[in-house]
């Protein structure tokens, strides 16, 4: 059974937390925008011999990224770990 006390700390946390960070002063971020005019020297080179190998390597064309598979058992593993660690 949970302790009036416990039950108390729990209701507080839960409804004084939320109004607490919304009361929370915002503060301005200095931030410096640097625009670029043209790829640089070295990006030009990186895409030129990505090219290249893929010209010299046809199977690049029918790379396919992370299937559902991965996907599915990545996130059923994540779900489980977390329902882990809730749970002890």
């Known amino acids: 059974m949970i302790r009036p006390v416990s039950l108390g700390l729990i209701t507080a946390l839960a409804l004084a937390t939320p109004?607490?960070?919304?009361?929370?002063?915002?503060?301005?971020?200095?931030?410096?925008?640097?625009?670029?005019?043209?790829?640089?020297?070295?990006?030009?080179?990186?895409?030129?011999?990505?090219?290249?190998?893929?010209q010299q390597d046809k199977q690049v064309a029918n790379y396919e990224g992370g299937s559902v598979v991965v996907i599915g058992i990545s996130g059923g593993a994540l779900v489980v770990l977390l329902l882990i660690l809730l749970l002890i």
Do not use: G, I, L
């Open 19 to 54: 109004a607490v960070a919304s009361a929370a002063p915002t503060r301005a971020v200095a931030a410096e925008v640097t625009p670029t005019a043209a790829p640089t020297r070295a990006a030009a080179t990186d895409s030129s011999s990505y090219a290249q190998r893929e």
